[in-house]
Nanobody, 126 residues
């Protein structure tokens, strides 16, 4: 059973940066596609960023492209989401997820993800 634990969320001002981490146990992230999703109050969960198992293909939502970066550190079995130039509309609970079926491109469909973390709150406010 794969367990994912997110960390790094918090309260920051607009324009600030945060780095979210997602540590895995019970599985090897080097063989998984990984994704970061977020859900704001009253809104549906949406994909923010995804990376394929080998780390050479990524996908970003238009709202975060150029500001967020997803990466995998296989030696630490951890995936990161570097978030720069944060905006109030980035406020949400952020979840990481694992797609255990290797694919050549990043997985962008939520239903394909097999395991989910519990989420970490990110609040961007002045």
């Amino acid at each position: 059973q794969v367990q994912l634990v997110e960390s790094g969320g918090g309260l920051v001002q607009p324009g600030a940066s945060l780095r979210l981490s997602c540590a895995a146990s019970g599985g090897t992230l080097s063989t998984y596609g990984m994704g970061w999703f977020r859900q704001a109050p009253g809104k549906e969960r949406e994909l923010v960023a995804a990376i394929n198992w080998s780390g050479d293909n990524t996908h970003y939502s238009e709202s975060v492209k150029g500001r967020f970066t997803i990466s995998k550190y296989n030696a630490k079995n951890t995936v990161y989401l570097q978030m720069n130039s944060l905006l109030p509309e980035d406020t949400a609970v952020y979840y990481c997820a694992a797609d255990t079926l290797p694919a050549p491109v990043a997985t962008i469909t939520a239903i394909r993800y097999d395991y989910w973390g519990q989420g970490t709150q990110v609040t961007v406010s002045s």
